[in-house]
């Protein structure tokens, strides 16, 4: 999975959501609620930060936690009930996932195994993409 960069713990900085680490409960929320940090950088509480705002994972990749929902390209479908290594959806479906959380909700939603999943004609102020070119 792209946003632990190789870890095992819910952030790839660790166990624990941090405001320092990532854009997460910019919405008066009482549990895990950033805005005051984010204020104090002079940034934006009521929408995502700039790119690059926090520090990247083990692979470089910054705001895998937090900041805006990014759509993937799985179909959303159930887990499986046997233990899988990077499931991947079906090959179709009505819904798309989404993952990573956002600037507007709690943290925990931020955690690398946490999913959501939407109409991929939807738009969402709290949701983006990622372009990703592979290296060869």
């Known amino acids: 999975m792209l946003a632990g960069a190789g870890s095992v713990t819910p952030y790839h900085w660790?166990?624990?959501i941090d405001c320092n680490r990532a854009m997460y409960g910019n919405s008066?929320?009482?549990?895990?609620d950033c805005s005051p940090f984010v204020e104090s950088r002079g940034w934006d509480s009521d929408g995502p930060a700039r790119v690059k705002s926090y520090p990247p994972n083990a692979w470089g990749l910054y705001d895998m936690h937090g900041n805006i929902w990014e759509w993937c390209?799985?179909?959303y479908d159930k887990y499986p009930?046997?233990?899988?290594?990077?499931?991947?959806?079906p090959d179709s479906g009505t819904m798309k996932i989404r993952r990573g959380g956002s600037w507007f909700g709690f943290g925990h939603s931020c955690r690398s195994a946490n999913r959501a999943y939407a109409h991929p004609g939807s738009k969402f102020s709290t949701s983006g993409f990622r372009v990703?070119?592979?290296v060869q």
């Open 14 to 16: 660790g166990k624990d």
């Open 28 to 32: 008066q929320m009482k549990n895990g």
């Open 73 to 75: 390209h799985d179909w």
């Open 81 to 89: 009930t046997f233990a899988v290594t990077d499931p991947r959806g």
């Open 132 to 134: 990703v070119r592979e």
